[in-house]
């Protein structure tokens, strides 16, 4: 499939984006956001990279050898859409997880803009039993509208 050199460019920004997680290089992770960069996550809205980097953070508080793997990604214009899988252990219960998911990044002057994440939040409840509270996918809904 051939892109053009604006979509090829924006893919090149979600795989090092996700390069850099994988390598847990975090300065470089928040390097892909805009500074206005909003995500919508579990039917909440996570506004602007400070809020992002505490839902980041909580993450990693919850899950070890976190890992996330791109399925299939394609660019159309400013969007890239990509299904995922995310594997871990919940550090609470050394239980392994995995579950699948999809993104639509707006990318906007070479920085992702906007995300919408989407997951079976139910499956992921199921599998993460009571430590799902303690995560921010469990508590964002209460948290904000």
Known sequence: MSHTPTEQANLDLVRRFHAAEAARDWDAYFACLAPGFVLH?????VRGTGEFRLMVDQTLATFSE????ILGIVAEGSIVAFRWRFD???RATGKSVSWEGSHWMRIEDCLIAEDWNDAD???VQRQMGAAFEGWVGGSIEQTRP
């Open 41 to 45: 996550f579990v039917g909440a809205t």
């Open 121 to 123: 939040s139910a499956e």
């Open 66 to 69: 976190l890992r996330h793997t």
């Open 88 to 90: 871990a252990v919940v």
